[in-house]
Each structure stands twice: as structure tokens, then as C-alpha cells.
């Protein structure tokens, strides 16, 4: 469990003596005990079996795919798997490869429904961005309409596993992934993933060399 689980559980546990106390009764009690269990379990951090294998990409998060799609960018095209996390959801978040954590970027911004697609940019969000053997891959914790702060904890610089916890979103948010366009997307809009076990693609070498290669190409003309 995320230690805020147990911040959370045993200030509103306290909270139910208190008001028993002032009470006399367990009614009124109840409602903060109620609460209490409910960070409780929103705060559990299971264990995952991280996939082995070159070049596979899993999901940082567990939510439902809610978008599969190419944009354009300065370096050229990408492809954005987007997950929506509800409330029920594990809110721990993984690395999606191996690596070293080349950026890190927190931007404040603004609380729209993690559904809109515009919360992609105007939210609040940490940007990061692992640099793995063959790829670069960066993923966003994007806060939604009742999250209200990213927690990131690795550095730039660090190296970081696949699957390893590197932080959380409080309740409800958004993770995207950004990656070349030469990378196998294996998940569809719709599925339910889980962080550091669900595969999200897989890395093509060639492919992702060469679109790479013509992007950087295209920025010098």
C-alpha cells in the first residue's frame, strides 16, 4: 500500500473516535470509518509480474484505453495510446520500458474531465521521458476532474526498470504514452490494461531507426 493510504485511514479513523466520543453513539461514527477503509483500499499497491522480453512496452497504468491515435509533432509524427483512470482503478504508476528517465517536466494547469481531449494539454501534468537502448518513450500523468496532485518520485538521470513504481495520480486521471510511429501498437480503444503487467506494443528496431532518422532529416530542412 502507498503510505498516504495509511495517512489517510488512521487521521479518519481518528476522526470516528473522536466523534464517538462527542456523540456517545456509533451512527455518525460511521461515516468517517467508512472512509477510512475506502483510502484504504484506493492507496493498495499489488504486485505485478512484469513481462520479459526485448523490446516490449507495458502500460504505466491500469485504466481503459480510450484512444488510439497518430499526431503530429516538432520531431514528426507519434502515435499516443491515451488511459483513463477512474476512480476504482490502482493508481500507482510504472515505467512502460527500461531505461534512463532523460526529462522530467511538471506543468500546472488547468482540471478538466480527464475524457477531454484537451486535458492532454491544458491540465496539470508530469511529463517524463525514458531514453531505453532502442527507443525513447514518454509517457504524462495528466490530472483529471478530481485529481489533484501528481506524485513523481524518480529524478532525471535515473535509471529505471520496466514495470518500476514511479509515483501516482490522487483519484481520478489520465496517463498517455507517446511513441514513434514505427513502434507495433498491440492494444485497441477499449481494452482495460494494468500497470507493469498489460503489453501496450512492441518495439520494431529497424523501423523505429529509420522513421527516427527521417524525422531528424525533415527538422533540418
Not at 520531431?75 to 512502460?96: A, D
Not at 517536466?105 to 488547468?110: A, C, D, E, F, V
Not at 496532485?149 to 535509471?159: N, S, T
Not at 489520465?174 to 512492441?202: M, Y
Amino acid at each position: 500500500m502507498v503510505r498516504d493510504g495509511y495517512f489517510y485511514g488512521l487521521a479518519l479513523l481518528l476522526v470516528a473516535i473522536v466523534v464517538y466520543l462527542l456523540t456517545g453513539g456509533w451512527l455518525w461514527a460511521l461515516i468517517p470509518i467508512l472512509l477510512a477503509f475506502f483510502f484504504l483500499w484506493f492507496f493498495r499497491d499489488p504486485e505485478r509480474a512484469i513481462p520479459q522480453g526485448y523490446g516490449l512496452i507495458v502500460s504505466p497504468a491500469d485504466g481503459l484505453v480510450t484512444e488510439v491515435t497518430t499526431f503530429e509533432t516538432p520531431r514528426g509524427p507519434r502515435q499516443r495510446i491515451s488511459i483513463f483512470l477512474n476512480v476504482f482503478n490502482v493508481h500507482v504508476n510504472r515505467s512502460p520500458i527500461s531505461g534512463t528517465l532523460s526529462d522530467v517536466h511538471y506543468q500546472k494547469g488547468k482540471y478538466l474531465n480527464a475524457m477531454n481531449p484537451a486535458s492532454a494539454e491544458q491540465n496539470e501534468q508530469c511529463v517524463a521521458t525514458v531514453a531505453g537502448e532502442d527507443i525513447e518513450v514518454t509517457f504524462k500523468q495528466i490530472a483529471g476532474l478530481l485529481a489533484r496532485r501528481i506524485v513523481f518520485v524518480p529524478k532525471a538521470g535515473d535509471r529505471i526498470g520496466r514495470g518500476d513504481r514511479v509515483g501516482l495520480i490522487k483519484f481520478g486521471s489520465r496517463v498517455d504514452v507517446i511513441l514513434p510511429v514505427g513502434v507495433k501498437i498491440v492494444v485497441t480503444k477499449g481494452i482495460k490494461v494494468k500497470g507493469g503487467s498489460s503489453i501496450l506494443a512492441e518495439i520494431n528496431p529497424a523501423a523505429v531507426d529509420q522513421l527516427e532518422k527521417a524525422a531528424e532529416l525533415e527538422a533540418l530542412v
